[in-house]
């Protein structure tokens, strides 16, 4: 893996300038008179992880050509909803560990949290109000409302066994599809004074590629928290089972199992820890379920659907002209199913 | 009081049509074909009140003669981050009742709130990008971010028995006078196609008034939560000395104590419930405060900085020609002083 990790980094190198760029608004942004705002935005670089979202519109932006001299800007807005939206997430799932945060201290409480995502998506929102174009404002927007209803979707279906495999997707979409989508959306269709309108049929291919990619991502992330290693994945894993996320994996074992195989999945997942004789902290039920249920199956039907999306994904990237940035946004794909972290 | 609310009723009446279509646009940005979400918007009507900002919107608009077709979609987002600032402040106040919601029920936890709240900043946020001029969007956005610092800088000071009046004037009107300025600003800068410039002189003094009847509402309102009868102010009172937030008659209080003084009112906010004898539920502290520490002067000093601002913000009116809308402008004003609730 480390092989395919240094290889994208060589892919990177051509949009390294403007990534640094892209860091350089941020941390303008996160600026403030303010002290104790200060004190509060430090905690953000503890969230700062692949900037994956923003390299996306950078590359885009790139590959169609489209690049203009406020890509860094858009890429950064786009980085830093992402960064609310962990923010808020740490509430949300109380998640232990998340990056290596160390760095967030015992002040780190639910008031941090949500102080400091609204104040992460009002300066995201701000800096676009300022953009030439009105369309990052929009797509912002319009995103931002489809992520919160995936969340709240989610919450609504938290031990649903039986879950359409089409549900389960369209709530990965939200959460996670949305976000790419809009991220290479905008690499393509931004441009200066206007944007690219609706119609653009290479901001809509784009646009595509970001919510497959998107959305092969977070099965491979719903993979990892069920049999990732904490060390290696960077954050909490085994969440999932912990707080009733019944994921694609598990929705394919359930589905093919007898009834006191998914008996068992239900009560591992619902039964109270001392019931079970497990520990209370997270990932125990994770533990639980890989050792009593045999999850392979499952999980390889989930890799093979993200491999596929990421098929259909890279062949999106045909309709552009050949070049290295196009043959990065190709790797990106590879990458994303590689991944262990 | 009732007769004052009366004639503010009455007063309201020449806008009545644009606040039903206010309300008609919020309910319309509530709408999804998610029934979670449905189910956890209908939770938003817990939180409506007196939609005081929606209705200064439109009066400005009235008073200075320039009114939109627009100005009911632009009071509806300033009603909704009001009312996303509510329901996140649910959390972080960790406040009991917000305006009798027996009909939040026992499903209202942090996740729910943390949800629906970002859920209506993304949907006001997504409205003033769909409306003719930019002006919403910068202005509210700038004003989200203003919100949010001084939520930081009041968590920041608590306990701080010390504080400048200017410093304790800066995070109240942050919090409470930043959202009343864009209300007014707005009903009076925005325009078709395009808005009044930042130059524009009523729009200014609009934005003054606004800044300073905020001021004065939160400093009433931080009397109420010190002095207020749940019953009559309809959310949980005293929680400001259970969350250690000093306020304006607490400070004048503190300034002119002797230092046993000073020690029992550090002691009645710091010390645990069983050292203090009282009961650990909101209200508690203040109770004991108000039986051991005259607040008198205190609350009369503050009441009188409230009357201080809403005289000139009143006066600012002055620049208004005469009409009916500029009357109920200055009946606000008054009403926002003799409140109980």
């Known amino acids: 893996m480390s ?24 941390a303008a942004e996160l600026e403030s008179d303010s002290p104790a705002v200060r004190d509060m ?32 800007e858009v890429a950064a807005i786009i980085e830093m909803i992402h960064l609310a939206t962990l923010v808020h997430d740490d509430v949300l799932d109380g998640a232990e560990v998340r990056r290596r945060v160390a760095c967030v201290n015992e002040r780190w409480d639910n ?20 953009l030439t174009s009105r369309l990052p404002s929009q797509l912002l927007a319009a995103t931002t409302g489809r992520l919160c209803a995936g969340e709240i979707e989610q919450a609504a279906l938290r031990y649903s066994f039986d879950l359409p495999q089409a549900t389960y997707e369209g709530v990965a979409s939200a959460k996670t599809g949305a976000l790419y989508a809009a991220a290479c959306e905008l690499g393509a269709r931004y441009r200066l004074p206007r944007a690219f309108g609706p119609e653009d049929a290479i901001g809509r291919e784009m646009r595509a590629y970001g919510e497959e990619l998107g959305l092969a991502f977070q099965i491979i992330d719903d993979c990892l928290d069920l049999t990732g290693d904490p060390a290696a994945v960077g954050k909490s894993v085994g969440t999932d089972v912990e707080d009733g996320k019944v994921t694609l994996p598990v929705l394919y074992t359930y589905s093919k199992s007898n009834s006191s195989q998914q008996a068992r999945i239900r009560d591992v997942y619902t039964l109270s820890s001392e019931l079970l004789g497990v520990a209370t902290e997270g990932g125990a039920r994770a533990k639980l ?15 093979g659907r993200a491999e596929e999306l990421v098929d259909r994904a890279v062949g999106r990237l045909g309709t552009l002209p050949e070049s290295s940035a196009r043959q990065t946004l190709e790797m990106v794909a590879a990458f994303v199913l590689g991944r262990t972290w």
Do not use: N, W
Request: glycine residues 6%; aromatic residues 6%.
């Open 3 to 26: 092989e395919l990790r240094e290889k994208v980094a060589e892919l990177l190198a051509p949009i390294e300038a403007d990534m640094q760029r892209m860091r350089a608004v941020i």
């Open 41 to 72: 935005t430090t905690h953000v670089s503890c969230f700062q992880g692949k900037q994956l979202r923003a390299a996306l519109v950078l590359m885009v932006g790139e590959a169609t050509g489209r690049r203009t001299e406020e890509h860094p």
């Open 111 to 130: 008031e941090t949290a949500i102080l400091l995502g609204d104040f992460l998506y009002a300066r995201a929102f701000g800096l676009s109000t300022r």
């Open 289 to 303: 379920l890989r050792e009593e249920i045999d999850l392979e199956a499952g999980l390889a039907y989930a890799r």
